[in-house]
């Protein structure tokens, strides 16, 4: 009877014992095939998967989801209004243009400003008329665009002396002097993200300061723009995870 007993707790023992052998196998061999899947292949670089085309701009703009900025972040803008060459570039009107943005404490150089209608950013899901980007570029290469809405209301003196000088198709002589001042808004709040150039090819890393205050513009300035251009904006592009941050002025 003893005998019999022992032997059983025995079987029993090692039931469990292979069942935990089991299990502990199973696992190396996950742990395996994951290893495989997630090791690099050096000798085979041209087949490591490059991840584009997931933080793309413009987007929309949802207030409510905005994170406040921890940087300081000041915005500081001296651009020239004596302006280089004013270009139609076939998909917008291009003005060539100099000065500086500060931009959180770091240098960067305005390259060229041009115009989309409607406007490429939403906020909160609403289109404007139109939207201004300045584009500037870090000694290094970054481009970092400030985008600007107009919404309708007065004149704006800057886009009017840009809309004068228009020429179809070609660079034309541009206005002796813009009023640049008139497109950014005196308040410099804005949001700030990682997106792309939303015209091909496409670029990401590229840093988005979109202005939360919007500057004015006449029914009639649209109107004129859209003869030229109506409908030289980017469908808005899905946000997959990134943060939108508030700098508050
Ligand atoms: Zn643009």
Redesign the pocket.
């Known amino acids: 009877m003893k005998k019999t007993m022992l032997i059983g707790v025995l079987l029993a023992f090692s039931v469990v014992l292979s069942g935990c052998g089991d299990t502990e196998q199973k696992k190396e061999e996950k742990a395996t095939s994951s290893e495989h899947e997630e090791h690099l292949d050096y000798g085979k670089q041209s087949d490591w998967k490059v991840e584009s085309g997931k933080f793309q701009s413009p987007i929309n703009i949802d207030t409510t989801k905005a994170v406040p900025m921890k940087d300081e972040g000041a915005l500081d803008l001296n651009y020239n209004d004596k302006v280089l060459n004013q270009v139609d570039n076939g998909h917008?009107i291009q003005v060539n243009d100099e000065g500086i943005a500060e931009i959180n404490g770091r240098q960067f150089e305005l390259k060229q400003f041009?115009?989309?209608a409607k406007s490429?950013h939403t906020l909160d899901g609403e289109y404007y008329p139109l939207?201004v980007?300045f584009?500037n570029q870090s000694q290094a290469g970054r481009l970092a665009?400030i985008?600007v809405f107009f919404k309708e209301g007065k004149a704006n003196p800057g886009f009017q002396a840009v809309l004068e000088h228009i020429k179809k198709g070609q660079e034309s002589p541009s206005a002796e002097s813009v009023d640049v001042a008139s497109m950014l808004p005196d308040n410099r709040t804005y949001y700030h993200y990682l997106g792309s150039?939303?015209?091909p090819p496409l670029t990401e890393n590229v840093e988005w300061y979109v202005m939360a205050t919007p500057v004015e513009v006449s029914q009639q300035q649209i109107e004129t723009f859209n003869t030229y251009y109506d409908g030289n904006n980017r469908k808005v592009q899905p946000l997959n995870g990134r943060s939108i941050l508030k700098h508050e002025e």
């Open positions: 917008s041009h115009f989309h490429e939207e980007h584009v665009v985008g150039l939303t015209t």
